[in-house]
């Protein structure tokens, strides 16, 4: 059993084959093309002027530059910087000054022309470029690559001398401003101490602030006094009124004249408890008591009410104090607030100057660093390899353009041949005929070597006679399967081997013991007479037309077996012929007498009319030429016969050009084909 990796390897080995036959079919246009396409690339490549390229390399190193004098170095961008400095090469300036320098050799020579010469690359991870230019002249164009380079370097020089003398300029008119401005500003701080009389600012500050913390205390310590001084007033005003209470003031506490008299007070009252359990109230002793009671009572009262007098003073004392501490702390205050007015306007004076004044030594420091700079200012930019003249011319390359040509010829050859291929309508090969006719195929003859028109039977080639042998056979096997009595052959169009298809299967199956009849009813294009050499002019039209009998009109061959009707004399209006009842009767009258009869008829894309005559007879076969019959037109004249119910047994092909191997493939395949469904129906071949 074959595994289907070797059904991929054959449709593989078949489309390959196919390839290469669409090749040999259209073999002409690929050697036209191929023949067209190098002999112009030739000529062109030989007819180019040619041209020489020569190169400076140059060294661009990326150049720092300064914001101020904090940050320090910044490098440009690598990419950025290299596109900017092409440019700069291609600019006008630098190109008339290379036009400049060769206005000696290269008077003519203008800055245009020389940029459209011109082409600048980048070596690749490095700070190197190539200056190319290209020139009909070998020594013109290395002249010219070392002009362009020396008057970059000239440019960028130049630029960096400008510059330096731009900042000097200007660094020079700064300073100027700027030592005017601190002139003025020193000025204005001088004015400004000299008016408000300001020695030391910051001392003055700092004593100032020292003095209000003080203040600020004392004039907190006095408010806290006159708050207790004013607690106490209170409650002693409470007691006045309460001697009894006195002891719970600490003023009264602490005081000892107030001490001794209440003790004296309890002491007295003590006695009087005592006494008064011994005397009634109105005794002496008890009176005495009493009084002296009251008197001590009075007197408590006197102290206190002293006490609260001296605390009312001590009072009245610490307010005034008070008041006298916060006038003193409001006026320290307005104090500090106007000094620090005058400080911050002293500051931005002073700041003022100091800013000026540091400008101004910035500025003057680089204008000396800028004026000593200046004459010794490096260069970036350097010459690496100076361009020499080449020896040989860069373009064209003669043997990479004929190449070049030979494989464009071969690929727009091939592809037109496969182009031609897809666009042509005709059945090139056996495969067309099944895949777009549908159709089974009979055989294949071969294409004639010399196209000159066969006139007698015998000059067929024996490759042709044995093609039809095949042809022949199959037909043979297929009389054993159905009933083939009367073939029909037929065409599209004229001159695809009709008439010759006749001829030689009717000589075919006459040698092979057939009695064999070929009837010519091409009354357009009669040729069968002719080639089997029948000098009778009488025919098919004569029993049409003027009612001979069939035996009147058929004539002997010189091949033993083999009969013709000839067509005739040629009628006026010869399609009324295959449309008339008379053709069933002439099949009907010629069928007894033979085994095999063949008709040769007019092309059915020309005459329509035919096919009646076609559903007449058993089998018709059709022959297609290859690379000549168009697929389409033969699709609508299959419709046609299937329209009147046609035997269309199958296709011969003719003109075909095959290789031996493969004629063998296709004879053996069909040959065993059919010799297998007679086998199988218990028959052999003749």
Same mark, same amino acid.
């Given at each position: 059993?074959?595994?289907?990796?070797?059904?991929?390897?054959?449709?593989?080995?078949?489309?390959?084959?196919?390839?290469?036959?669409?090749?040999?079919?259209?073999?002409?246009?690929?050697?036209?093309?191929?023949?067209?396409?190098?002999?112009?690339?030739?000529?062109?490549?030989?007819?180019?002027?040619?041209?020489?390229?020569?190169?400076?390399?140059?060294?661009?190193?990326?150049?720092?530059?300064?914001?101020?004098?904090?940050?320090?170095?910044?490098?440009?961008?690598?990419?950025?910087?290299?596109? #900017?400095?092409?440019?700069?090469?291609?600019?006008?300036?630098?190109?008339?000054?290379?036009?400049n320098l060769l206005k000696d050799t290269s008077p003519d020579l203008t800055p245009?022309?020389?940029?459209?010469?011109?082409? +600048?690359?980048?070596?690749?991870? #490095?700070?190197?470029?190539?200056? #190319?230019?290209?020139?009909?002249?070998?020594?013109?164009?290395?002249?010219?690559?070392?002009? =362009?380079?020396?008057?970059? +370097?000239?440019?960028?020089?130049?630029?960096?001398?400008?510059?330096?003398?731009?900042?000097?300029?200007?660094?020079?008119?700064?300073?100027?401003?700027?030592?005017?401005?601190? &002139?003025?500003?020193?000025?204005?701080? =001088?004015?400004?101490?000299?008016?408000?009389?300001?020695?030391?600012?910051?001392?003055?500050?700092?004593?100032?602030?020292?003095?209000?913390?003080?203040?600020?205390?004392?004039?907190?310590?006095?408010?806290? &006094?006159?708050?207790?001084?004013?607690?106490?007033?209170?409650?002693?005003?409470?007691?006045?009124?309460?001697?009894?209470?006195?002891?719970?003031?600490?003023?009264?506490?602490?005081?000892?004249?107030?001490?001794?008299?209440?003790?004296?007070?309890?002491?007295?009252?003590?006695?009087?408890?005592?006494?008064?359990?011994?005397?009634?109230?109105?005794?002496?002793?008890?009176?005495?008591?009493?009084?002296?009671?009251?008197?001590?009572?009075?007197?408590?009262?006197?102290?206190?009410?002293?006490?609260?007098?001296?605390?009312?003073?001590?009072?009245?004392?610490?307010?005034?104090?008070?008041?006298?501490?916060?006038?003193?702390?409001?006026?320290?205050?307005?104090?500090?607030?106007?000094?620090?007015?005058?400080?911050?306007?002293?500051?931005?004076?002073?700041?003022?100057?100091?800013?000026?004044?540091?400008?101004?030594?910035?500025?003057?420091?680089?204008?000396?660093?800028?004026?000593?700079?200046?004459?010794?200012?490096?260069?970036?930019?350097?010459?690496?390899?100076?361009?020499?003249?080449? &020896?040989?011319?860069?373009?064209?390359?003669?043997? &990479?353009? /004929?190449?070049?040509?030979?494989?464009?010829?071969?690929?727009?050859?091939?592809?037109?041949?496969?182009?031609?291929?897809?666009?042509?309508?005709?059945?090139?090969?056996?495969?067309?005929?099944?895949?777009?006719?549908?159709?089974?195929? =009979?055989?294949?003859?071969?294409?004639?070597?010399?196209?000159?028109?066969?006139?007698?039977?015998?000059?067929?080639?024996?490759?042709?006679?044995?093609?039809? %042998?095949?042809? %022949?056979?199959?037909?043979?096997?297929?009389?054993?399967?159905?009933?083939?009595?009367?073939?029909?052959?037929?065409?599209?169009?004229?001159?695809?081997?009709?008439?010759?298809?006749?001829?030689?299967?009717?000589?075919?199956?006459?040698?092979?013991?057939?009695?064999? =009849?070929?009837?010519?009813?091409?009354?357009? %294009?009669?040729?069968?007479?002719?080639?089997?050499?029948?000098?009778?002019?009488?025919?098919?039209?004569?029993?049409?037309?003027?009612?001979?009998?069939?035996?009147?009109?058929?004539?002997?061959?010189?091949?033993?077996?083999?009969?013709? +009707?000839?067509?005739?004399?040629?009628?006026?209006?010869?399609?009324?012929?295959?449309?008339?009842?008379?053709?069933?009767?002439? $099949?009907?009258?010629?069928?007894?007498?033979?085994?095999?009869? /063949?008709?040769?008829?007019?092309?059915?894309?020309?005459?329509?009319?035919?096919?009646?005559?076609?559903?007449?007879?058993?089998?018709?076969?059709?022959?297609?030429?290859?690379n000549s019959t168009s697929r389409h037109h033969t699709k609508k004249m299959l419709?046609?016969?299937?329209?009147?119910?046609?035997?269309? $047994?199958?296709? /011969?092909?003719?003109?075909?050009?095959? #290789?031996?191997?493969?004629?063998?493939?296709?004879?053996?395949?069909?040959?065993?084909?059919?010799?297998?469904?007679?086998?199988?129906?218990?028959?052999?071949?003749?």
């Open positions: 059993m074959t595994e289907p990796d070797d059904y991929e390897t054959q449709d593989l080995s078949v489309t390959i084959r196919q390839y290469i036959n669409i090749i040999k079919r259209r073999l002409w246009i690929l050697i036209a093309v191929f023949v067209t396409v190098v002999i112009t690339t030739a000529v062109l490549t030989y007819r180019q002027t040619p041209v020489y390229r020569a190169s400076t390399k140059i060294i661009i190193e990326p150049e720092p530059f300064r914001t101020d004098g904090i940050m320090g170095t910044i490098y440009s961008i690598k990419g950025e910087y290299f596109q #900017t400095q092409c440019d700069i090469i291609l600019s006008e300036r630098v190109l008339e000054k290379a036009v245009a022309a020389l940029k459209g010469r011109v082409s +600048i690359n980048q070596v690749k991870d #490095t700070y190197l470029a190539t200056i #190319t230019v290209s020139h009909t002249n070998p020594e013109s164009a290395a002249e010219e690559a070392n002009s =362009l380079a020396r008057a970059y +370097i000239l440019y960028t020089q130049e630029d960096k001398l400008a510059s330096s003398k731009d900042a000097f300029s200007w660094l020079s008119e700064q300073i100027a401003v700027l030592k005017s401005s601190v &002139k003025k500003s020193e000025l204005e701080l =001088l004015k400004f101490k000299e008016k408000e009389n300001i020695v030391s600012l910051e001392k003055r500050q700092t004593l100032l602030e020292e003095n209000l913390s003080l203040v600020h205390n004392e004039y907190m310590q006095a408010s806290l &006094k006159g708050m207790e001084l004013e607690t106490l007033m209170n409650e002693i005003r409470k007691i006045a009124k309460k001697p009894e209470l006195a002891e719970s003031l600490p003023k009264v506490i602490n005081n000892d004249m107030i001490g001794n008299l209440k003790t004296e007070y309890h002491r007295l009252n003590i006695e009087l408890s005592k006494q008064s359990r011994k005397f009634k109230p109105r005794h002496p002793i008890i009176v005495a008591l009493k009084s002296q009671i009251e008197d001590i009572k009075e007197r408590l009262t006197e102290e206190v009410q002293k006490i609260l007098k001296s605390v009312e003073i001590e009072y009245r004392i610490n307010k005034t104090n008070e008041e006298s501490i916060q006038r003193n702390l409001e006026s320290l205050k307005r104090e500090s607030m106007q000094l620090s007015q005058q400080a911050v306007q002293y500051g931005v004076l002073k700041r003022e100057a100091q800013s000026n004044s540091q400008m101004y030594s910035a500025l003057l420091g680089n204008l000396k660093k800028v004026d000593i700079t200046s004459s010794m200012t490096p260069n970036n930019i350097r010459i690496v390899d100076k361009a020499k003249a080449p &020896k040989g011319p860069a373009s064209p390359n003669k043997r &990479k353009r /004929i190449l070049n040509g030979i494989l464009m010829g071969l690929a727009l050859g091939i592809g037109l041949c496969f182009l031609t291929e897809y666009m042509d309508d005709t059945v090139k090969d056996e495969k067309d005929l099944q895949v777009h006719l549908n159709g089974n195929l =009979l055989g294949m003859t071969p294409k004639r070597k010399k196209q000159k028109q066969v006139d007698r039977i015998e000059d067929y080639s024996e490759s042709t006679i044995q093609s039809f %042998r095949n042809i %022949r056979t199959i037909l043979t096997f297929y009389r054993m399967e159905h009933l083939l009595k009367t073939l029909l052959v037929t065409s599209t169009v004229s001159g695809e081997g009709k008439t010759s298809c006749v001829a030689i299967l009717g000589k075919l199956f006459a040698e092979s013991g057939y009695k064999t =009849l070929v009837v010519d009813v091409d009354f357009f %294009r009669p040729r069968l007479r002719k080639l089997f050499q029948i000098n009778e002019n009488t025919g098919v039209t004569d029993y049409f037309l003027f009612g001979k009998s069939a035996d009147e009109i058929t004539f002997q061959t010189n091949i033993e077996n083999l009969w013709i +009707i000839p067509s005739g004399l040629i009628p006026s209006n010869p399609k009324n012929l295959f449309e008339t009842d008379k053709i069933q009767t002439f $099949i009907d009258d010629l069928s007894p007498h033979y085994d095999m009869i /063949i008709f040769d008829t007019p092309p059915l894309g020309a005459y329509i009319e035919l096919s009646f005559f076609c559903s007449l007879v058993d089998g018709l076969a059709y022959i297609v030429k290859t419709k046609i016969l299937e329209t009147s119910r046609t035997n269309l $047994i199958g296709f /011969i092909l003719t003109h075909v050009t095959k #290789t031996h191997d493969e004629q063998y493939y296709y004879k053996k395949q069909y040959y065993q084909y059919y010799q297998q469904d007679s086998q199988n129906d218990g028959r052999s071949d003749l």
